[in-house]
Nanobody, 123 residues
Framework: QVQLVESGGGSVQAGGSLRLSCAAS????????MGWFRQAPGKEREMVAR????????WYADSMKGRFSISQDRAKNTLYLQMTSLKPEDTAMYYC????????????????WGQGTQITVSS
């Protein structure tokens, strides 16, 4: 079993920056796909970025490219999302998730999820 705990959310003005952290614990044996997702009220959950536990193959949604950066500290078992140039439309609950061995095509197939951390961007 893997536990994920997000932190770092909050309120920020448009153009500001935030860094989210996702601390992983439990049986992290093997190779994982780790990702950040978000869900705004009334909208479906969407993938923001993901990366393999080796650090390989980072991927970003188009609207996040150049503004968000995903990284990890394997020694600390922590995943990060550095967000810059935040926009009001980035307001959402942000979640981290993990899945062993590969990155699922469908969001709902990620096995482990955190509880989420809220980000609110004001104009």
């Amino acid at each position: 079993q893997v536990q994920l705990v997000e932190s770092g959310g909050g309120s920020v003005q448009a153009g500001g920056s935030l860094r989210l952290s996702c601390a992983a614990s439990g049986n992290m044996f093997g190779y994982y796909c780790m990702g950040w997702f978000r869900q705004a009220p009334g909208k479906e959950r969407e993938m923001v970025a993901r990366i393999y536990s080796s650090g390989a193959h980072p991927w970003y949604a188009d609207s996040m490219k150049g503004r968000f950066s995903i990284s990890q500290d394997r020694a600390k078992n922590t995943l990060y999302l550095q967000m810059t140039s935040l926009k009001p439309e980035d307001t959402a609950m942000y979640y981290c998730a993990a899945h062993q061995w590969y990155c699922p095509t469908y969001i709902q197939n990620f096995t482990y999820w955190g509880q989420g951390t809220q980000i609110t961007v004001s104009s």
